[in-house]
């Protein structure tokens, strides 16, 4: 069962906003011999679900096939007084259409995609693996 932020709730609508706005979320997944694996990605929040890029058969995507319980974190905490910790599910995504080009995702990277020398289309034939994950439950804000 997905969990939906509630707006009118001061901290959930900041919460909110900020995955809108921050460019790094941090992914822990479980690797097969059950020790934790941790990384920063790019992402974009879908309003329930977020979604991110990666590359085929990294440590991941591997870990998620094989167990896709998943938390992220907001990557600022304002020296702890932001601290954003969410539980979900993961799905690897195996659509062509569904790629870093998707107008709202290469519009939110834009900026960086151009520092590195990027498109999101040339990202695109790197991070080719796309994973949505279901937000089930927000453990901090």
Known sequence: MAFHLDMSDPRQAHTAERLRAEEILWLASVRPDGRPHLVPVWFLWE????????????????????NPAVSVSLDGTNQGDEVTVLEG??????????????????????????????????????YSQAIRITITRQIAS
């Open 47 to 66: 309003g329930e679900t977020i979604l991110l890029f990666s590359k085929p058969e990294n440590q991941k995507i591997r870990n998620l096939r094989q």
């Open 89 to 126: 599910v993961a799905a690897v995504i195996d659509d062509p259409e569904v790629t870093t080009a998707l107008p709202a995702y290469a519009s939110k990277y834009a900026a960086l995609l151009a520092e590195m020398g990027w498109t999101a289309e040339t990202m695109a034939k790197e």
